[in-house]
C-alpha cells in the first residue's frame, strides 16, 4: 500500500475519532450535567490529544522513530527572528481572510475569544499556543506534509494546508487556517525544518492570545461593548446596511495593507531561504517528484465529513 494511502487513512481515523468524540461529549453533557463543566484547558488537551495520537501510533506502527517522519533540523536565532518578522508581515492577510468569513459566520472565533474569557494567561498560553504549535505541525507539517512532498510538491504544500483548514472544522477558522497552512508549508522548505513552522504557528497563536486578554481592556476604557463589537462584525444576515458597508470596507483598506506586507513576507521569505542555505533549492523544489497518486478515497471521506461538520455549525448558528 502507498505511503499516500497511509497517510491519508490516518487523517480520516483522526477526523472521524475527533468528531465521534466531540459528538459523544456533547451529548453526554445533556444527559450528565457534570461534564458540561469540563474546563477549557481539559477541552483543549483532549482535542489536542485526538489530534496528536493516531500519527504518533502510525509513526510507530512504521517502525521508525517520530522523528523520522518529521523535517528536523536546527535553526539558529536569526532564522526565528525573521520567521517571526515573516509571519507578522502575514498577519493582515489571516485578518482580511478571516474578516471575510466572518460576513457568513463567527462560530470560530467568537468560540475561542468566549472560551479564553476569564482565563489564565499562562495557561491559555500554554494550551492554545505552545502546545497546538507543537501537536499539529508534528501531523500536517510532518506526517502529511513530508509524506506528499515526495509525490509532487506544490499539490503536497496546498493539499496540506486545505487538510489543516479542514481540520478546524468550521468556515471562519477554515479560510484563514488553510492560507496559514500554506505559508507553513513553504516556510518548512526554507529552513529544512519543523520548528520554523512551530514557530511561525506559535508567534500567531500567542497574538491571539494576548489581543483576547487585551481586547476586553481597551474596550473598557473605551467605554465600549465588545461582545457588541464582535457580533457586529459577523454574520451578514444580522448587519444593517450601514454596518455593512463599513465592515466591507474595513475589509478594503486592510486588503491593501495586506497586500504590501505580504511582498514584504515575500522579501523575508527569500532572506531566510538563503540565511539557511536553501534558497537553490527552494528555486527547484517544484520539479521531480514520483508523481504517485496523492487523493485517494479516506482523504474524500475525511474532507467529506470536515465539511459536513462546517455545515451543521453554520446552521446551528443560524438557527440560534
Request: charge should be positive.
Amino acid at each position: 500500500m502507498s505511503e499516500n494511502k497511509n497517510v491519508n487513512r490516518v487523517f480520516l481515523g483522526t477526523v472521524l475519532l475527533y468528531v465521534g468524540v466531540s459528538l459523544g461529549l456533547s451529548l453526554l453533557a445533556a444527559f450528565v450535567p457534570q461534564y458540561a463543566g469540563m474546563s477549557s484547558y481539559a477541552s483543549i488537551l483532549l482535542s489536542q490529544l485526538l489530534v496528536f495520537l493516531p500519527a504518533f501510533f502510525y509513526c510507530r506502527r512504521r517502525g521508525g522513530r517520530v522523528r523520522d517522519y518529521v523535517p528536523y533540523r536546527k535553526i539558529n536565532i536569526a532564522t526565528i527572528v525573521l520567521v517571526v518578522i515573516c509571519t507578522y508581515l502575514m498577519y493582515p492577510l489571516i485578518i482580511v481572510l478571516n474578516a471575510i468569513s466572518m460576513i457568513f459566520t463567527t462560530s470560530g472565533s467568537m468560540a475561542v475569544m468566549d472560551m479564553m474569557q476569564g482565563q489564565s494567561f499562562f495557561l491559555s498560553l500554554l494550551f492554545t499556543a505552545i502546545l497546538p504549535a507543537c501537536v499539529e505541525e508534528f501531523l500536517f507539517r510532518g506526517v502529511l506534509f513530508s509524506t506528499y512532498k515526495k509525490s509532487r510538491m506544490l499539490p503536497a504544500i496546498f493539499l496540506s494546508g486545505f487538510l489543516f483548514g479542514c481540520m478546524h472544522m468550521n468556515l471562519n477558522q477554515f479560510i484563514y487556517a488553510f492560507a496559514l497552512g500554506v505559508y507553513l508549508a513553504f516556510l518548512v522548505e526554507a529552513t529544512g525544518s519543523v520548528f520554523s513552522s512551530m514557530v511561525a504557528h506559535f508567534t500567531l497563536n500567542a497574538t491571539s492570545v494576548a489581543m483576547t486578554f487585551l481586547l476586553p481592556i481597551l474596550y473598557q476604557k473605551l467605554g465600549m461593548d465588545l461582545d457588541m463589537q464582535v457580533q457586529a462584525g459577523g454574520y451578514a444576515s444580522t448587519m444593517g446596511r450601514g454596518e455593512l458597508f463599513m465592515f466591507l470596507m474595513g475589509i478594503a483598506i486592510w486588503g491593501v495593507i495586506a497586500i504590501g506586507t505580504t511582498c514584504g513576507a515575500v522579501g523575508i521569505y527569500i532572506a531566510i531561504c538563503k540565511i539557511n542555505r536553501r534558497w537553490d533549492y527552494v528555486k527547484h523544489m517544484f520539479s521531480g517528484g514520483t508523481r504517485e497518486k496523492i487523493i485517494t478515497v479516506p482523504l474524500i471521506l475525511a474532507i467529506l465529513v470536515s465539511f459536513g461538520m462546517m455545515g451543521m455549525s453554520i446552521f446551528l448558528e443560524m438557527a440560534a
